[in-house]
């Protein structure tokens, strides 16, 4: 069944749940707003700050209680800003908070201690939206918003496509959600959730990659968070491109409520509230089941490769008197998919892949405060992946066999430890400890020619352990300058392999609205644990792993900052940076091109040497006028270059040297109805980049193998057409008393632009074929919220 037929149903049962009265609505609805403010540095309770919601008319404000909570109660439906302020902190403002009628919002709200003496407090809406939740950062970081991942058009509620759309990111061509920062390979991205780094959260992922199909981190349980694109703090390693530093929200712990979706992503229900009354603990869960399968069981579609996946995550936060606060954690992913691969009248199967996958995380952190300027976080989770996949391909008996099986199962035991403290006003110190516990049972074998004896690249299981720790110090010379330096360190068990890598990173407010950053660190990433055990014969036939003692590749980042808050609204950023990236895995053949970060993904079966170096290098600016009277943009650029140099002493483009990037967000919010409590709303993002570069198939090669063979000597020679991608949604929200309806409709490539991106091998055909850019993918969205 063609997609366009799956869209007419979706749209049918969609329209027909719209209220027919929605626009002739005329109560004023109200809801409730939560919170509490605490010491950014020692998370202790903060008495006496007050909030209040800038633009009020009357005048509605109030002050935290000796707990630091506090409750603003009958706030008007709508978008408002709040302004926090407390003596001897600095003030700070919470813009562009949506408040609907079905839903309270709750909210944890952090304060940095003033250096200088307050004498006065001036109430004034100065917003700090671009600046990351962790203050030991000064460049190349953004704080992001659930709200975000939502409004901006083609993120599909998925963090990792929304930060495609800040400078120096972009994303891959075919429509995964795999992230690109300066010209890294995304292998260079590391995913943390509530502090802790976790496997690849996503759906139909491959072995090695950061990237899926989709998500199975629900934006309906993240909170604010942040994501790095270069010289990371001390606290972060086994990184060398970005972090996702991911946060669950708390759930409310007052009132029960309850969220209910469907879309062409899934069908997912969300439950949240208190434990019991008079406890300040809460519950927050989610469930999501994919759509098309749940569709194509019922019989209302009907067509091969129907991804099905399902996904869960949770959050439970347990306060206690004496013991400090505990918090459970977990999130779970299940999918599987079968490809068929027919002739061109579909009568004939030529080839079938099966993809299976899973993926399970569980935690329990503790929070304890060690007098009135400490805690002490201490976080023990373990996560587990297991993935596999078949391959079969039509024999020239016109007999299925069994091509290639795959088996890749890793299991992880994390142990974190953190120590913050503030020394004073000017100084703050944060030190931890990271162990790692590493598990794995990894197999590949193939039989592309049907000789009827397997050929084995990878067999082995085990385990080995990675332990890391860190020390981060925070001078505030000054109310405008500030100082943070710090050393990360890792050690890998497996072969004996260590880094002791320096970070610093220094800012200068010059003037009330400008400043200056300069950050600089050194950072390492582990490979791909399949990649260590790789498995090849030597001259005598015997069978050995070449790659057992490959080092961490590593790169030196600089960075310098401008930032200009131009008005209230409006805020300008450039950055240049410089990286020199060494220690790079490329194969030990003195003629051969190839490099370790260029495989995007699957088995990398070659004997490596860390003999590797490379350079990326460029320029980016942003300009964003943040959401303000129901409207906002946001325009980012950039110009960089991304080059390596392996065995051969030649200088070549990455595989990811796009060279230059472009996007413009922009999306304007109506209000209808007498009281304007309803919202109509659209967004766009344009993007217009250069394209990656592929390697040529070598047709007479790939067909004497039966599998792809590349040209030899042309290893990404070539060069893919720049893409034009149009993205475009709208959607329509409906405020009545206890409920809240919102419907969506996302447009992702709205044009159907089909720009050649790479080539590759059919086994099934034996022919080369086109892998063209993801075509036009509608997606719809119901939400209720009750």
């Given at each position: 069944?063609?997609?366009?037929?799956?869209?007419?149903?979706?749209?049918?049962?969609?329209?027909?749940?719209?209220?027919?009265?929605?626009?002739?609505?005329?109560?004023?609805?109200?809801?409730?707003?939560?919170?509490?403010?605490?010491?950014?540095?020692?998370?202790?309770?903060?008495?006496?700050?007050?909030?209040?919601?800038?633009?009020?008319?009357?005048?509605?404000?109030?002050?935290?209680?000796?707990?630091?909570?506090?409750?603003?109660?009958?706030?008007?439906?709508?978008?408002?800003?709040?302004?926090?302020?407390?003596?001897?902190?600095?003030?700070?403002?919470?813009?562009?908070?949506?408040?609907?009628?079905?839903?309270?919002?709750?909210?944890?709200?952090?304060?940095?201690?003033?250096?200088?003496?307050?004498?006065?407090?001036?109430?004034?809406?100065?917003?700090?939206?671009?600046?990351?939740?962790?203050?030991?950062?000064?460049?190349?970081?953004?704080?992001?918003?659930?709200?975000?991942?939502?409004?901006?058009?083609?993120?599909?509620?998925?963090?990792?496509?929304?930060?495609?759309?800040?400078?120096?990111?972009?994303?891959?061509?075919?429509?995964?959600?795999?992230?690109?920062?300066?010209?890294?390979?995304?292998?260079?991205?590391?995913?943390?959730?509530?502090?802790?780094?976790?496997?690849?959260?996503?759906?139909?992922?491959?072995?090695?990659?950061?990237?899926?199909?989709?998500?199975?981190?629900?934006?309906?349980?993240?909170?604010?968070?942040?994501?790095?694109?270069?010289?990371?703090?001390?606290?972060?390693?086994?990184?060398?491109?970005?972090?996702?530093?991911?946060?669950?929200?708390?759930?409310?712990?007052?009132?029960?409520?309850?969220?209910?979706?469907?879309?062409?992503?899934?069908?997912?229900?969300?439950?949240?509230?208190?434990?019991?009354?008079?406890?300040?603990?809460?519950?927050?869960?989610?469930?999501?089941?994919?759509?098309?399968?749940?569709?194509?069981?019922?019989?209302?579609?009907?067509?091969?490769?129907?991804?099905?996946?399902?996904?869960?995550?949770?959050?439970?936060?347990?306060?206690?008197?004496?013991?400090?606060?505990?918090?459970?954690?977990?999130?779970f992913g299940k999918s599987n998919m079968i490809n068929k691969e027919e002739n061109d009248e579909e009568t004939i199967t030529l080839g079938k892949?099966?993809?299976?996958?899973?993926?399970?995380?569980?935690?329990?952190?503790?929070?304890?405060?060690?007098?009135?300027?400490?805690?002490?976080k201490n976080t023990l989770a373990w996560s587990a992946t297991n993935s596999k996949y078949q391959s079969e391909i039509l024999g020239d008996d016109?007999?299925?066999?069994?091509?290639?099986?795959?088996?890749?199962?890793?299991?992880?035991?994390?142990?974190?430890?953190?120590?913050?403290?503030?020394?004073?006003?000017?100084?703050?110190?944060?030190?931890?400890?990271?162990?790692?516990?590493?598990?794995?049972?990894?197999?590949?074998?193939?039989?592309?020619?049907?000789?009827?004896?397997?050929?084995?690249?990878?067999?082995?299981?085990?385990?080995?352990?990675?332990?890391?720790?860190?020390?981060?110090?925070?001078?505030?010379?000054?109310?405008?300058?500030?100082?943070?330096?710090?050393?990360?360190?890792?050690?890998?068990?497996?072969?004996?392999?260590?880094?002791?890598?320096?970070?610093?990173?220094?800012?200068?407010?010059?003037?009330?609205?400008?400043?200056?950053?300069?950050?600089?660190?050194?950072?390492?990433?582990?490979?791909?644990?399949?990649?260590?055990?790789?498995?090849?014969?030597?001259?005598?036939?015997?069978?050995?792993?070449?790659?057992?003692?490959?080092?961490?590749?590593?790169?030196?980042?600089?960075?310098?900052?401008?930032?200009?808050?131009?008005?209230?609204?409006?805020?300008?950023?450039?950055?240049?940076?410089?990286?020199?990236?060494?220690?790079?895995?490329?194969?030990?053949?003195?003629?051969?091109?190839?490099?370790?970060?260029?495989?995007?993904?699957?088995?990398?079966?070659?004997?490596?040497?860390?003999?590797?170096?490379?350079?990326?290098?460029?320029?980016?600016?942003?300009?964003?006028?943040?959401?303000?009277?129901?409207?906002?943009?946001?325009?980012?650029?950039?110009?960089?270059?991304?080059?390596?140099?392996?065995?051969?002493?030649?200088?070549?483009?990455?595989?990811?040297?796009?060279?230059?990037?472009?996007?413009?967000?922009?999306?304007?919010?109506?209000?209808?109805?007498?009281?304007?409590?309803?919202?109509?709303?659209?967004?766009?993002?344009?993007?217009?980049?250069?394209?990656?570069?592929?390697?040529?198939?070598?047709?007479?090669?790939?067909?004497?193998?039966?599998?792809?063979?590349?040209?030899?000597?042309?290893?990404?020679?070539?060069?893919?057409?720049?893409?034009?991608?149009?993205?475009?949604?709208?959607?329509?929200?409906?405020?009545?008393?206890?409920?809240?309806?919102?419907?969506?409709?996302?447009?992702?490539?709205?044009?159907?632009?089909?720009?050649?991106?790479?080539?590759?091998?059919?086994?099934?055909?034996?022919?080369?074929?086109?892998?063209?850019?993801?075509?036009?993918?509608?997606?719809?969205?119901?939400?209720?919220?009750?």
């Amino acid at each position: 069944m063609k997609t366009k037929h799956c869209i007419v149903i979706y749209l049918i049962l969609l329209l027909g749940n719209i209220p027919t009265n929605a626009l002739s609505i005329n109560t004023q609805y109200y809801q409730t707003i939560r919170g509490k403010v605490i010491d950014h540095e020692t998370k202790q309770a903060l008495i006496g700050a007050n909030i209040v919601i800038l633009n009020s008319e009357p005048f509605k404000g109030t002050a935290s209680d000796i707990d630091g909570n506090f409750i603003l109660e009958k706030v008007k439906i709508g978008r408002v800003s709040l302004f926090i302020s407390c003596m001897g902190y600095e003030a700070k403002t919470i813009s562009n908070i949506e408040v609907g009628s079905a839903k309270q919002i709750i909210l944890e709200i952090e304060l940095v201690e003033s250096v200088t003496n307050i004498q006065e407090v001036k109430v004034y809406p100065k917003t700090a939206k671009h600046e990351t939740l962790n203050k030991m950062a000064s460049v190349s970081g953004q704080a992001f918003t659930v709200e975000e991942t939502s409004r901006y058009s083609g993120a599909l509620n998925d963090p990792a496509r929304m930060v495609s759309a800040y400078a120096g990111v972009s994303s891959d061509g075919e429509g995964s959600n795999e992230i690109i920062v300066r010209g890294n390979s995304p292998k260079g991205i590391q995913w943390r959730l509530e502090g802790v780094e976790i496997p690849n959260p996503n759906h139909f992922a491959d072995e090695g990659s950061t990237g899926g199909a989709v998500n199975a981190l629900n934006s309906n349980l993240l909170r604010n968070s942040d994501f790095f694109t270069g010289a990371f703090t001390a606290e972060y390693g086994n990184a060398y491109s970005g972090i996702f530093d991911i946060n669950l929200r708390s759930g409310n712990n007052a009132k029960h409520e309850q969220t209910f979706g469907f879309s062409t992503m899934g069908i997912d229900f969300t439950l949240e509230g208190p434990l019991k009354k008079g406890y300040s603990g809460s519950y927050l869960a989610n469930y999501r089941y994919s759509s098309l399968e749940l569709l194509n069981n019922a019989g209302v579609i009907d067509f091969d490769g129907i991804p099905k996946y399902q996904d869960g995550s949770f959050k439970l936060v347990l306060p206690t008197k004496k013991a400090g606060k505990f918090t459970f954690f977990g999130l779970f992913g299940k999918s599987n998919m079968i490809n068929k691969e027919e002739n061109d009248e579909e009568t004939i199967t030529l080839g079938k892949n099966k993809i299976e996958s899973n993926l399970n995380i569980v935690g329990v952190t503790n929070l304890l405060s060690l007098g009135k300027k400490s805690y002490l976080k201490n976080t023990l989770a373990w996560s587990a992946t297991n993935s596999k996949y078949q391959s079969e391909i039509l024999g020239d008996d016109n007999m299925m066999f069994s091509a290639l099986q795959e088996k890749y199962q890793h299991d992880y035991l994390k142990f974190n430890s953190t120590f913050n403290t503030k020394l004073n006003a000017k100084n703050s110190l944060k030190v931890g400890l990271q162990f790692t516990r590493m598990g794995f049972d990894i197999n590949s074998k193939n039989d592309f020619k049907n000789s009827g004896s397997f050929i084995t690249d990878v067999d082995s299981d085990g385990n080995s352990h990675f332990i890391q720790s860190f020390v981060n110090w925070k001078y505030r010379i000054t109310s405008q300058l500030s100082l943070v330096t710090g050393v990360h360190a890792s050690y890998f068990a497996l072969n004996d392999d260590y880094s002791i890598e320096p970070r610093a990173g220094l800012k200068y407010k010059f003037l009330s609205n400008q400043s200056i950053s300069f950050g600089f660190g050194v950072h390492s990433k582990l490979e791909s644990l399949s990649t260590y055990f790789i498995q090849q014969n030597n001259e005598n036939n015997i069978p050995y792993k070449p790659n057992k003692d490959l080092k961490m590749s590593k790169a030196k980042h600089y960075v310098i900052g401008y930032n200009n808050q131009l008005t209230h609204n409006l805020h300008f950023k450039a950055e240049a940076y410089y990286q020199d990236l060494y220690h790079l895995a490329v194969e030990n053949d003195p003629k051969s091109k190839i490099i370790l970060l260029d495989i995007k993904e699957g088995l990398a079966d070659y004997d490596f040497v860390n003999k590797g170096t490379g350079k990326n290098y460029g320029v980016e600016l942003s300009l964003e006028r943040f959401f303000f009277n129901n409207f906002y943009y946001l325009f980012t650029g950039s110009l960089y270059q991304s080059k390596f140099t392996a065995l051969d002493g030649i200088e070549r483009n990455s595989r990811y040297n796009g060279n230059y990037t472009a996007n413009l967000l922009i999306g304007k919010e109506y209000k209808v109805g007498k009281k304007g409590l309803n919202r109509i709303g659209w967004n766009a993002k344009a993007t217009y980049r250069g394209g990656q570069y592929y390697t040529p198939v070598d047709l007479t090669k790939s067909r004497e193998a039966g599998e792809t063979i590349y040209k030899e000597n042309s290893e990404f020679s070539k060069q893919g057409d720049d893409l034009f991608i149009l993205n475009l949604t709208f959607n329509y929200k409906i405020n009545r008393k206890k409920t809240r309806h919102e419907f969506k409709l996302d447009l992702k490539n709205a044009t159907n632009n089909q720009a050649k991106i790479l080539e590759r091998y059919n086994k099934a055909t034996r022919e080369i074929e086109n892998g063209e850019q993801l075509s036009l993918l509608p997606s719809l969205y119901y939400i209720l919220y009750f």
